[in-house]
């Protein structure tokens, strides 16, 4: 049956999502905590003029802007991967349940081969 799942096309994609999706998890949670923050050290209580058509922009709200859109980017990578992980899991178990009900079972009224 090893070898029956070894051959199974939905088994390896599924494996191969769950990595990809545990991967991303695991990369995007550092990230996610570095920006995160960064953008509470960077955080501005200047008040924008709304006369101003195009404001100057100092470095450090162009720092907080730069971390909110890096955070958000990995927020996404973290929940890309949380989908991916769940995919493969769903084509892992269809994969394994396929295989199963396909494998030869001996009924339970033959004896065992010796």
Sequence with gaps: MLHA???SGLVLTGLLLLCVGIG????GRPKIQQ???LLSATATAVAA???ALFPPASERQE???LARAKLAFYQRVIIGGQLLSALGIV????GTLRVWVRA???PADW???N
Excluded at 24 to 27: D, E, T
Excluded at 91 to 94: D, E, P, R
């Design 63 to 65: 720092r907080h802007e």
């Design 5 to 7: 799942l070894v051959r």
């Design 91 to 94: 084509l892992l178990v269809v």
């Design 49 to 51: 003029d709304p006369a």
């Design 24 to 27: 991303n998890v695991v990369a």
């Design 111 to 113: 004896p065992a081969a």
């Design 35 to 37: 920006y995160d923050e």
């Design 104 to 106: 030869p079972h001996a």
